[in-house]
Nanobody, 119 residues
Framework: VQLQAYGGGLVQPGGSLRLSCTAS????????MGWFRQAPGKQRELVAA???????NYADSVKGRFTISRDNAENTVYLQMSRLKPEDTAVYYC??????????????WGQGTQVTVSS
């Protein structure tokens, strides 16, 4: 099973984007949901994760700029990205981590969505 992320694009520095990812109810309801990203030449990293009851964890580099949320009725997780920086440029993925740390994920990686921050 793979999850598909949507909402990427080209945005100027300081701009905003919202990513979304929908899972099946059986996957979504019982699990932590997470957003990850991989920049060229770098390892994939956790951006943010959220538990079923709303506890969150963020990478230090995005704290105060990104917000993860989930709509349990729609089985959808969102990543609101604000004050974007060129260093946020990456392919963004959603997945189901085993915990808020995001160290291990449960699903195969989908194709992700490209976010490019450039003037």
């Amino acid at each position: 099973v793979q999850l598909q992320a949507y909402g990427g694009g080209l945005v100027q520095p300081g701009g905003s984007l919202r990513l979304s990812c929908t899972a099946s109810k059986s996957i979504f309801n019982k699990n932590v949901m997470g957003w990850f990203r991989q920049a060229p030449g770098k390892q994939r990293e956790l951006v943010a994760a959220i538990t079923n009851d709303g506890s969150t964890n963020y990478a230090d580099s995005v704290k105060g700029r990104f917000t993860i949320s989930r709509d349990n009725a729609e089985n959808t997780v969102y990543l609101q990205m604000s004050r974007l920086k060129p260093e946020d440029t990456a392919v963004y993925y959603c997945n189901v981590p085993l915990s808020l740390s995001g160290e291990y994920v449960q699903l195969l990686w989908g194709q992700g969505t490209q976010v490019t921050v450039s003037s």
